[in-house]
């Protein structure tokens, strides 16, 4: 008898936790395919260590085929769900069309760069989203720091040492507290840099605090210890206009500058908003336990679902990877339940503390509500991440290890170019390179389509 076929689209927090809740659950008993642009599963929070050389990318690039037995891997973008045929279509790296039937789908399509209609900002910034951007932003920022110590014109060198991250949640601020900390380390390095003039980050964001969304003694803790190493924080404060010489506050302000992060958040990956079925804010509408109404055999978690929060009625889940690794366990288990496999449970999940690193022994956490800040917080921030990650553990610690004696290696590798990771772009974990298939055709139609 032929075996029921799984397809789970999208290896983020949730499609990762899903295929392996079904691996462990099913084993033979059923094929599980997993369709992912990558061969790997990205441990996202750590990616500002990437950018500022803590850790060597691989570091937050966990195998897929190395941790998930029993999952076939399919490498490609899904473009088209058919759900009257049961049909994933996908375009694969070498720009191959290819199909894949389905007995039960998991839509754990994840999130992109959240976009506004700000002029400029589309050409002249880059998000934060892939290892491309990390490995990009590493160069970028070590390049102007070369670029400005050797400049004889003043206001060059104070544009290029001007670093504006714009977005104060969780991403922006690590990746402007760690960056500060790099750069400040880079400058060190240049015998002809002035000690007395550093390296100028800013911190731009429209509310009222940083890390808006989380605790407020997070907040404090984490705008106090910006502030002491100098970082320029401005709430209240948001992009009028970005240029190729700088941007344009809202306020009038014009700042200098060759560097513009985009970190102002998510918003749900594209595909799920051309399904057809309903959806709310673009995130796929879905019951209690994961499931598509009307449609049983489909299962979505993580930020492409909009998820009933059981602990505040009327409200969904927030686009967390705490959510999203939750969500993709039970969304696994309720897909298990489907074909006969257990019993099916409803999600409900209360949150049990957040942790920000800040670069060097500082940072927030409030793990199980228990406010910490200090060295304190950077071991139980450390301590977590490392708990919390599927595989190179030990590479991760070593790294870690290996930055707290050791100097870091300032040098641009020169592999992506600023082209290469533009800002609107459905797919920010791979790196647009010539020749390659425009990266939109793999939305939409299927085209010339082969069974797997």
């Not at 990650?389 to 290890?401: E, F, H, I, K, Q």
């Amino acid at each position: 008898m032929s075996r029921e076929r799984i397809v789970i689209v999208g290896a983020g927090f949730a499609g990762y936790q899903a295929a392996r809740t079904l691996s462990r659950r099913l084993r033979d008993r059923a094929e599980i395919v997993l369709l992912n642009p990558t061969d790997y599963f990205l441990y996202l929070p750590l990616l500002p260590q990437v950018a500022v050389g803590i850790l060597e990318p691989r570091r937050v690039a966990v195998s897929l085929t190395g941790t998930l037995p029993c999952v076939r891997l399919v490498l490609g973008e899904a473009g088209h769900v058919d759900l009257e045929a049961r049909r994933v279509g996908y375009t694969g790296p070498e720009g191959e069309r290819g199909e894949l039937a389905y007995d039960r789908l998991v839509l754990a399509v994840g999130s992109v760069n959240k976009l506004l209609p700000v002029p400029g900002v589309a050409a002249y910034a880059h998000g934060f989203r892939g290892l491309p951007e990390a490995l990009y932003l590493r160069d970028h920022v070590t390049r102007q720091i070369e670029l400005a110590a050797s400049a004889d014109d003043r206001a060059e060198r104070t544009a290029r040492a001007t670093f504006v991250v714009v977005g104060a949640g969780y991403t922006g601020t690590e990746v402007a507290a760690q960056g500060k900390v790099f750069t400040d380390a880079l400058v060190r390095k240049q015998w002809a840099w002035d000690p007395a003039r550093k390296p100028r980050w800013l911190l731009l964001d429209i509310a009222p605090r940083v890390l808006p969304e989380l605790d407020r003694r997070l907040s404090t803790t984490a705008d106090r210890v910006l502030r002491g190493r100098g970082v320029d924080v401005r709430t209240g404060t948001s992009v009028k206009e970005a240029g190729p010489t700088g941007i344009t506050l809202d306020d009038g302000e014009f700042i200098e500058t060759h560097t513009l992060v985009w970190c102002v958040g998510v918003r749900p990956d594209p595909l799920v908003s051309e399904i057809g079925l309903p959806v709310d804010q673009g995130r796929l509408r879905v019951d209690s336990q994961l499931s598509v109404v009307g449609h049983p055999e489909v299962f979505a978690c993580g930020d492409a679902a909009a998820v009933p929060d059981l602990t505040r009625p009327g409200k969904f889940t927030p686009m967390t990877a705490q959510h999203a690794s939750r969500q993709g366990r039970m969304a696994g288990h309720n897909v298990a339940a489907s074909l006969g496999h257990g019993r099916r449970g409803t999600y409900k999940h209360n949150d049990l503390g957040f942790v920000v690193d800040l670069g060097g022994v500082k940072a927030a956490a409030n793990p199980l509500g228990v406010p910490l800040s200090g060295p304190l917080a950077g071991a139980v921030t450390r301590g977590y991440h490392l708990a919390a990650m599927p595989g190179n553990r030990v590479r991760v610690a070593a790294d870690w290890l290996l930055d707290a004696v050791l100097p870091r290696q300032a040098v641009q590798l020169g592999l992506v170019r600023s082209w290469t990771v533009p800002l609107e772009s459905s797919s920010p974990e791979l790196a647009r390179v010539p020749g390659a298939p425009e990266q939109p055709g793999a939305r939409g139609k299927p085209g010339a389509a082969k069974e797997e």
